[in-house]
């Protein structure tokens, strides 16, 4: 398996699935509940996945949709929509609030979703 195929093994581990959705679905659900309209087919062929690690002040400029951490450790990678000037935080909430509330000087593990043209959809 290549780089990227390893990469998008890590994404669908990281995701939480909903009924019998694939990982695929689960992402693209999430992401468009989060854009609100169905706009965006992320998968292998239309997106780039990069891993990297960020600062708890680069966290904090995350679009989130909500503050509600976890009351356990959940160390999973979070998966971020790079959109240029938006990074949206689409799986991971629960995650970043606690590692915000915490404010632990720490890299974390960020598994960041490049869209490619193909990735949008008329």
Excluded at 67 to 80: A, N, S
């Amino acid at each position: 398996m290549d780089e990227q195929g390893q990469l998008w093994a890590l994404v669908y581990k990281t995701l939480r699935l909903k009924g019998s959705e694939t990982p695929n679905e689960c992402l693209n659900r999430l992401t468009n509940e989060r854009l609100n309209v169905p706009r965006l087919r992320l998968d292998s062929k239309t997106t780039v996945v990069s891993l990297e690690r960020w600062s708890i002040e680069r966290l904090r400029s995350l679009e989130t949709k909500h503050q509600t951490p976890y009351d356990f450790d959940d160390e999973r990678p979070i998966v971020v929509i790079d959109l240029g000037e938006r990074k949206l935080l689409v799986d991971g909430n629960h995650r970043v609030a606690r590692w915000l509330m915490e404010g632990e000087s720490k890299l974390y593990e960020v598994l960041l979703l490049h869209p490619g043209k193909n990735a949008h959809r008329s």
